[in-house]
């Protein structure tokens, strides 16, 4: 399996088993346009073999403003679902991939740029950050997921608030409404800690963190139910899990501690 090939709009850093993947279009304040959107895709359809975490950072000082306004064309309303779509369809090789991915969130965190956001796993703010979903006052509608995963981090009255008055958080009061994990003066050393935790998990566990939880979120309680304790009985039967409770059992683990 080979690396896939990437716009000139991402760049990709290996540091061994975590990917650092850069918005780079620093020029345009990271703006998506389409081809950055589809090579999210591409990349997050085939990481890199070998990488448990990737790291979603970008050049310059904001992480993305959005669509990139110039490319918006005069699309009829089939041409508009198909864009829709095709953002749709990106961003959820992301959130339902199989590597972890952590964002790191500065300066313009914005209308597409934070539906982009909203797709990771965790997020690391620093404090220049800044959020908004400015479509309202431009006559249009949030088109890249922003309705579906923000309200389940913020929920709809605040995203109702954003989108009607155009209202801005910064990186305090987004912290505190649920838009990051973390607020950090350092976001890509935090984040790249974060990564190293997480690949130095069972990979079972990573899987099941990010195919099984979500699903099981969504579905009626019965199910939910019926869904982790298949998902515990297969981590746990694992070899890897085994050796790991022998290792706490022997006192070769830590205990958890604050």
Do not use: C
Not at 51 to 72: I, N, P, T
Not at 121 to 136: Q, W
């Amino acid at each position: 399996m080979t690396t896939p090939l990437l716009p000139p709009s991402l760049r990709l850093e290996l540091r061994d088993d975590i990917a650092v993947l850069w918005l780079a279009r620093p020029e345009k304040r990271n703006a998506l346009d389409d081809a950055t959107v589809l090579g999210l895709e591409t990349f997050f359809g085939s990481p890199p073999p070998g990488v448990k975490a990737v790291v979603l950072d970008a050049v310059g000082d904001h992480f993305s403003a959005g669509l990139d306004l110039s490319e918006l064309t005069e699309r009829d309303a089939f041409e508009g679902l198909e864009h829709s779509m095709m953002w749709h369809r990106a961003f959820e090789r992301l959130e339902r991939g199989r590597v972890p991915v952590v964002a790191v969130l500065k300066g313009a965190v914005v209308g597409g740029g934070l539906e982009l956001a909203a797709a990771a796993h965790i997020r690391v703010a620093e404090p220049s950050a800044f959020y908004a979903l400015p479509e309202g006052q431009r006559g249009l509608f949030v088109g890249g997921g922003a309705s579906v995963r923000v309200p389940r981090l913020i929920g709809a009255h605040r995203m109702t608030d954003m989108m009607l008055t155009g209202r801005v958080l910064d990186a305090d009061e987004g912290h505190a409404a649920g838009l990051s994990h973390y607020r950090v003066d350092n976001g890509l050393e935090h984040a790249l800690g974060l990564a190293r935790k997480i690949a130095s998990n069972s990979p079972i566990t990573n899987f099941a963190v990010l195919q099984a939880l979500p699903r099981i979120a969504e579905a009626n309680p019965a199910e939910g139910y019926l869904m982790e304790a298949l998902m515990a009985a297969i981590a746990g039967g694992s070899a890897e899990a085994k050796e790991r409770m022998r290792a706490f059992l022997d006192k070769r683990a830590g205990k958890v501690g604050r």
